[in-house]
């Protein structure tokens, strides 16, 4: 397995978090900006557009995640320069969106800009969640929660920027300012990852590549499959695959369409929407936190049971009752459905890490984020479809159905994990970090 070592293990993983509280933020800016820009006074947009462009960014995070996850396996160097890379190229698609005209050019630019910031979005997940997982090997559910947790502020905070800097020079300035600033961030990520993380090949596995240069193209792919893919391909990961895929489906819909909902469903002002579910992603990011700590003391299956099957509980109850109850209510059930839903923000995530081994780890995970990416795509695109054509309760019990689903396949695989071992899990043996 590469060696990796770090001179402040701690800093590095600050600045990691750092490049997730980035990625977020302009990976979901965009969607977020939606509940302005979809306006007839601005682009005029309808709800099936707005979630084709939000499926065509996830199919192409999707794709582009895979190629991370291979590249970052094999050329070390790429773990330090893919997320200042991604952050850049998230950078460039405001500027692009900025410039977007009304009527159908407009859209045409609009497909350009979710393009490019997929292709950005895609280069951190692979690398920075295994490097994680390798700096922290026995703190995995903690580190990678935190990671999620204060990563997620990026995305909480969107929708308020939005309406706020809306109102004082609007979307387009606000994407613009913050195109600049995320070119500047892009750089000095750059000289942070190259100062605080150091990955070497051992002497076995430099051996193996030399032996790989003289293989043709045909023999290195089916030495891939043999030696990587057959290892990732198990029973449990591709469980956790359609899980991961399942419950993405209802994070992509909820950051997307949260705020939209609030305004179209329940006639609650734009500028109060943004705000109110700048907290309820909050509240999402802490609990995200939570279900690290609780996934390090119990079956990791067990924290995906737990937020899904609440998840779905309370999407019931406001499929059933949320016409009939006061707007207070409403939101409440809404802050403790992302409460459930966050908490198993990197159950998926660890579970991949626990059942690859650590030479294949930026492949697998990047397989996570890939696979469930192009099943959940259709997911906004659907939902927008629904909002078009029937009332916007049914979307709602669109995303009960895609809870039940998670589930489902969650349980399973606590059911497998099960039959392996108990259910808490063992103490981890505490190790010198700076070691």
Request: proline share 3%; with cysteine; charged share 15%.
């Amino acid at each position: 397995m590469p060696e990796i070592k770090s001179s402040n293990p701690i800093l590095a993983l600050v600045v990691l978090i750092f490049g997730h509280f980035l990625n977020h933020f302009y990976a979901y800016v965009l969607a977020a900006a939606m509940l302005v820009i979809r306006l007839p006074s601005e682009m005029d947009l309808t709800a099936g557009q707005v979630g084709m462009l939000s499926m065509l960014q996830m199919l192409v995070f999707a794709v582009f995640s895979l190629a991370v996850g291979i590249i970052g396996d094999r050329w070390l160097k790429s773990k330090k320069v893919f997320i200042p890379i991604g952050i850049v190229l998230m950078a460039v698609h405001l500027f692009i969106a900025a410039y977007a005209p009304e009527g159908r050019w407009g859209v045409t630019v609009l497909i350009v800009a979710s393009i490019t910031v997929g292709i950005g979005a895609s280069f951190y997940h692979p690398v920075a969640y295994a490097a994680i997982a390798d700096l922290y090997e026995d703190k995995k559910g903690l580190t990678m929660a935190l990671n999620a947790g204060l990563g997620m502020i990026g995305t909480s905070i969107t929708p308020g920027l939005v309406v706020t800097f809306d109102r004082l020079v609007g979307w387009r300035t606000f994407f613009i300012i913050f195109g600049i600033v995320g070119l500047v961030l892009g750089v000095l990520m750059y000289f942070a990852m190259n100062k605080l993380i150091d990955y070497k090949f051992t002497k076995e596995e430099i051996k193996d590549h030399e032996e790989s240069k003289s293989l043709n193209n045909t023999d290195k792919v089916r030495k891939w499959f043999r030696t990587d893919l057959a290892v990732i391909i198990s029973f449990a990961v591709i469980t956790c695959l359609f899980y991961s895929a399942f419950r993405s489906g209802i994070f992509k819909i909820t950051t997307q369409w949260l705020s939209i909902i609030f305004v179209d469903l329940y006639s609650i002002p734009t500028f109060e929407a943004g705000w109110i579910t700048v907290i309820l992603l909050v509240i999402g990011g802490l609990t995200a936190i939570l279900g690290g700590i609780f996934s390090d003391k119990f079956k990791t299956s067990m924290t995906m049971i737990i937020s899904m099957g609440g998840s779905a509980v309370i999407l019931l109850i406001i499929f059933l009752l949320g016409s009939t109850i006061s707007s207070f209510w409403i939101i409440t059930l809404y802050f403790i459905f992302i409460g459930f839903l966050y908490f198993s923000a990197t159950a998926g995530t660890k579970y991949v890490a626990e059942n690859v081994p650590q030479s294949s780890r930026a492949t697998g995970i990047s397989l996570l984020f890939a696979f469930p990416s192009l099943v959940a795509a259709l997911f906004p695109w659907i939902f927008g479809l629904i909002l078009d054509n029937t009332e916007i309760i049914w979307g709602i019990g669109f995303l009960f159905l895609l809870a039940i689903a998670a589930l489902i396949t969650s349980i399973i695989l606590l059911t497998r994990d099960m039959r392996k071992s108990k259910l808490r899990t063992k103490s981890a043996t505490k190790v010198n970090i700076y070691e």
